[in-house]
């Protein structure tokens, strides 16, 4: 396996792989990675599609890309998928999966015309005062400090930061500049999360510092992600013969090591109750996906808050990985991500609106009709004052193809879940649907006479608690991850958000369908370049003009920190006169 960039091979199709017809393949889990890994295998690796078996431990497929209408419930959504133009694999993958809605054309054909007649931006990312607009302005208020902060973690090699936190990098300067708002609540990362988890995100989507603010950097899906992008998938694969098994749970794969050469030998899983074998053999590929950030998520409903599942490492994802992993310690260390669920957890609810009395004020935040079908708050409000740190978001309507023209889906998440909110004196875990709804209400400036009733007659609220949801931000060191495919392994492979692939980021669906082109491509040596991350990182025009965003429109003549001083006192800027340099930097405003 090898990286490339370019359209040289990325319109290219690679030539069959030697042995394919003799080969097969097991996926453990059928999440975005999983089918992703199964398309590769049947577009790029060419083999039948009966002779690929993906193993589901639930009865659905998606994963974490979830989105179903619950016949008890109601619309569930436990998360939503942020997307950008430089995903590269995952468009890769899209250009080949049909539409479901427009016959003729690909996922990524309607996902890009969407996203051309509608762009996404918002017209209010924070709120404060009860509705009111928080006023960011579009900037960052760094502080020089704050500033020279970031300069260093992003200089910083990445074995520096092995086991480093946020909190060792920054102090409250950074933490009160709308730039950590802005990050913070976009990524849900907290001050103990991964100081290298944040180094890599600043390098991989340096390119959008400029859209963070009004989050036209980001594009969505029409719907949910399940019916956008899993159900899709799931109807290539079964277009071509691939059978994926429900309701199945793998609980270990065993390996002959020799050496350095590994060896998947045998799958058990369970099944209605009763163990079984499957027995492997050098031309079976294994893939799992290993973790999962959904694992062991538990529901309420309007009249009951979910109940946090304080047993850490529970769920079949990680016992499977932690037998995984004692049999090699180059099978990466489970317990750095699942052990510290205090951590990890945050919660997420679903709210549908039921009459037209909530829909106002949803309109009066987002200034948008959220009935038109097009872009409603264009990504996540925050509302800055909220001791949840509640942030809520409402995409294009309806979310759901069932849902009905008179209601809207709301997503509301808070990454604060252990503090009394402003409104219900008690902490969001223990909140039950209606009691977040009238927290919600009371932040978009709802009469709080009011609230109670319209929180009991006007919406239905599905909490969710995910003990695991930020589990790959957990800091860590090299191994604790998995490499894609471990040092000697003939015919296995670890896929999804805890395999170690070079410089991406986690939480992404690129990231799970980045490491499934790896893996596929690895196993099966298939002669086509995996699209590179994108450099932007190494680009001095993408550099220059994501300084000058940070600056808020300061001159580097304005700035005191040593370096730059050096840079622009006159000597050096005479130096530089009548220059490409000099050029760039008048283009972007920084001289």
């Not at 009763?274 to 053999?281: A, C, G, M, S, Y």
Request: charge should be negative.
């Amino acid at each position: 396996m090898y990286y490339s960039n370019g359209n040289y091979e990325a319109f290219a199709r690679p030539e069959k792989p030697k042995g394919v017809d003799k080969k097969s393949a097991y996926l453990v889990g059928s999440g975005l990675a999983s089918l992703a890994a199964a398309c590769f295998l049947v577009r790029d690796g060419q083999m039948q599609g009966d002779r690929i078996h993906i193993l589901e431990e639930t009865g659905i497929s998606g994963g974490a890309c979830d989105g179903i209408k619950d016949i008890h419930k109601g619309f569930i959504i436990r998360g939503g998928r942020e997307m950008e133009n430089h995903f590269e694999c995952l468009w890769d993958l899209f250009r080949s999966i049909p539409s479901v809605e427009t016959e003729g054309v690909s996922v990524l054909d309607e996902f890009y015309w969407l996203n051309k007649h509608d762009p996404n931006y918002s017209l209010m990312r924070a709120s404060v005062n009860r509705g009111e607009d928080a006023q960011t302005g579009g900037k960052f208020t760094l502080s020089e400090k704050a500033s020279m902060e970031i300069v260093k973690l992003f200089m910083t090699r990445d074995e520096n930061l092995y086991d480093k936190i946020i909190d060792d990098f920054f102090d409250d300067d950074f933490y009160a500049s709308n730039f950590w708002l802005y990050w913070q609540t976009m990524f849900a990362f907290q001050k103990w999360h991964s100081a290298l988890e944040m180094k890599l995100y600043l390098q991989r989507f340096i390119h959008h510092i400029g859209g963070l603010p009004d989050f036209s950097a980001l594009k969505f899906t029409k719907y949910n992600q399940y019916e956008s992008l899993i159900l899709p998938l799931v109807k290539y694969l079964d277009a071509h013969g691939v059978s994926i098994q429900y309701d199945t749970q793998v609980t270990n794969v065993i390996f002959d090591i020799q050496g350095r050469q590994k060896i998947a030998k045998q799958i058990i899983c369970r099944q209605a109750g009763k163990e079984e074998t499957i027995d492997l053999t050098e031309d079976d590929l294994v893939f799992v996906t290993n973790g999962s950030c959904t694992e062991n998520s538990t529901f309420g409903d309007d009249e009951h808050p979910p109940v946090l599942d304080t047993n850490p490492g529970e769920g079949g994802c990680w016992h499977l990985w932690k037998n995984i992993a004692k049999q090699d310690p180059s099978f990466g260390r489970p317990e750095k991500f699942c052990t510290e669920i205090m951590a990890t957890n945050w919660e997420s609810a679903t709210v549908t609106t039921l009459d037209e009395r909530i829909p106002q004020y949803i309109q009066k935040m987002a200034r948008r009709d959220p009935f038109s079908g097009r872009v409603v708050t264009g990504g996540i409000i925050t509302v800055k004052d909220s001791n949840w740190l509640m942030s809520y978001t409402v995409n294009r309507q309806p979310h759901f193809k069932e849902q009905p023209k008179d209601q809207l889906v709301v997503w509301i998440y808070g990454l604060y879940t252990d503090v009394p909110g402003n409104f219900v004196k008690k902490p969001m875990k223990k909140c039950t649907g209606r009691e977040i709804i009238e927290e919600w209400l009371y932040h978009m400036g709802a009469p709080e006479t009011e609230i109670p009733k319209m929180a009991k007659t006007g919406a239905h609220c599905i909490p969710c608690m995910m003990p695991y949801i930020t589990a790959f931000f957990m800091p860590r060191t090299k191994g604790d991850r998995p490499k894609v495919v471990p040092d000697g392994c003939v015919n296995f492979a670890f896929i999804g958000q805890f395999a170690d692939t070079v410089r991406d980021t986690v939480f992404t669906t690129e990231y799970s369908v980045r490491t499934a082109m790896e893996a596929v491509y690895t196993l099966l040596a298939i002669d086509r370049g995996v699209p590179e991350v994108f450099a932007s990182c190494y680009d001095i025009r993408v550099l220059l003009d994501s300084t000058a965003k940070m600056l808020d429109g300061k001159k580097l003549t304005d700035i005191k920190l040593p370096f730059i001083a050096n840079l622009v006192e006159k000597k050096a800027l005479k130096m530089i006169s009548g220059t490409v340099l000099e050029e760039l930097l008048e283009r972007y405003k920084l001289i």
